[in-house]
């Protein structure tokens, strides 16, 4: 993972969103470091009136899609994948908008 920061990529992809003024949904980066763990990680929360979740990434390269309809219970996206690149991600990404845009009324 020495030859890409993962979540370098995902804090410059909500950069990015954010000066586009593209923040539908509503999207909180946060990075996650303690003591006590081997591997550092960021996350996503996303959240509009349909749509809540948050998409987890460690820099091993492990990435949870965690997210669900406010309206429709049965309507999810939950993945557990690794992420190979940062291409990768911002297309793990970019599927977690386009869920979050298709429970928009």
């Known amino acids: 993972m020495a030859d890409r920061d993962l ?3 995902m804090r410059s ?3 990015q969103r954010g000066h586009e ?6 999207l909180v980066y946060r990075e996650t470091v303690q003591d006590s763990w081997s591997k550092r990680a960021a996350l996503i929360e ?7 979740g948050q998409v987890t990434v460690w820099d ?3 990435c949870e899609v965690d997210l669900g309809s406010t309206t ?5 996206l939950i ?6 690149s940062g291409e990768q991600l911002i297309q793990t990404l970019e599927e977690a908008v386009t869920f979050c845009q298709a429970n928009s009324p």
């Open 7 to 9: 979540l370098a990529v």
């Open 13 to 15: 992809w909500v950069d």
């Open 21 to 26: 003024a593209l923040f539908q949904p509503w």
């Open 46 to 52: 996303f959240e509009d009136p349909s749509t809540m």
């Open 60 to 62: 091993t390269g492990e």
């Open 72 to 76: 429709d219970p049965a309507r999810t």
């Open 79 to 84: 993945r557990s994948i690794q992420v190979s």
